[in-house]
């Protein structure tokens, strides 16, 4: 009776390393994604923050967010959005934060005003 428990204990414990090897195996085949260094301005790189990071079909998510606090959404959207088309990027945030995309910064009106909500 003994020998038969240790037999059957010996069984499940080389089972149960095989299970966990083959499981760490599986999870360190895939490699974890890796934030991007952005060497200008010394920081992690943001998808979507940093000029020319976006994709033309993810602007009007970016600007959904950043003219979400405004009273004037659909002039906000408007412009917003013809920003990220032109520089493909959108600052963080609801307000400020435009000194991480420079082109959405610099643009002006005739006036010289801002163009970038």
């Known amino acids: 009776m003994a020998k ?16 966990e090897e083959n499981h760490a ?30 994709k033309p079909e993810e602007c009007a998510p970016r600007c ?3 003219c979400s606090n405004t009273q004037y959404h659909k002039p906000c959207m408007f412009f917003c959005q ?3 088309a032109k520089c493909l990027c959108v600052p963080p945030g609801t307000y400020g934060n435009k000194q991480v995309c420079p082109c959405y910064n610099n643009w002006k009106t005739k006036r010289g005003g801002p163009k970038c909500p």
């Open 25 to 54: 195996t599986s999870i360190s085949e895939a490699p974890s994604p890796q934030p991007q260094y952005n060497s200008t301005s010394g920081s992690h790189y943001r998808r979507g923050v940093t000029q020319g990071s976006l």
């Open 82 to 84: 013809k920003c990220c």
């Open 4 to 19: 038969g428990l240790s037999v059957l204990m010996f069984s499940l414990v080389t089972l149960l390393l095989l299970t």
């Open 64 to 66: 959904t967010s950043r």
